[in-house]
T-cell receptor, first 113, second 112 residues
């Protein structure tokens, strides 16, 4: 009964490169959420997806960031042309329905050189 | 501005003592949730209290909710060194159950 799996745990990119963060939700969970956490801060909501659909992307920057949750496979958070300010921990969570508590993965720590 | 704001920012207690953490929020909510985060790990859901509930218990955890004051408290009784972590309150805005808003968290240190 695996929890939410995120990979990689750590990702290092140079400015201008692309970063791809993967999230496999818990079995039976079709709702996926992405959050970003800066040091000493709480998590900030980015995007909410439900199989193949983006439900709420109000927390995601309009440029360079995109997310998907295909019918088959993990959810992907993609950051193009990364900048230093993108350095953060990115957490994925999943839930079986929208109203039930979210279960979090251990995050991907993204460092931009 | 933050929807949920916790206080104190940091709390240090001796093992066996009780720890009380507070959270205030600004807008109407359907429920309020408390999470724990150990260093370098993801968040673990502790307890959810609905807007029509005033108090809820789970093991050594006791949560209260005062919607008139827009505040909640989390009490951990008989603390253990393993309770050392950051604690966050989270609120989904009414009508948007999925979009959790977190405060900056409370760093709890329990000295053995």
């Amino acid at each position: 009964n695996a929890g939410v799996m995120q990979n990689p745990r750590h990702l290092v990119r140079r400015r201008g490169q692309e970063a791809r963060l993967r999230c496999s939700p818990m079995k039976g969970h079709s709702h996926v959420y992405w959050y970003r956490q800066l040091p000493e801060e709480g998590l900030k909501f980015m995007v909410y997806l439900q199989k193949e659909n983006i439900i709420d992307e109000s927390g995601m920057p309009k440029e360079r960031f995109s997310a998907e949750f295909p019918k088959e496979g993990p959810s992907i958070l993609r950051i193009q042309q990364v900048v230093r300010g993108d350095s953060a921990a990115y957490f994925c969570a999943s839930s079986p329905t929208e109203s039930q508590p979210q279960h979090f993965g251990d995050g991907t720590r993204l460092s931009i050189l | 501005s933050q929807q949920g704001e916790e206080d104190p920012q940091a709390l240090s207690i001796q093992e066996g003592e009780n720890a009380t953490m507070n959270c205030s929020y600004k807008t109407s909510i359907n429920n309020l949730q408390w999470y724990r985060q150990n260093s370098g790990r993801g968040l673990v859901h502790l307890i959810l209290i609905r807007s029509n509930e005033r108090e809820k218990h789970s093991g050594r955890l006791r949560v209260t909710l005062d919607t008139s004051k827009k505040s909640s408290s989390l009490l951990i009784t008989a603390s253990r060194a393993a309770d050392t972590a950051s604690y966050f309150c989270a609120t989904p805005p009414a009508g948007a159950n999925s979009k959790l808003t977190f405060g900056k968290g409370i760093t709890l240190s329990v000295r053995p």
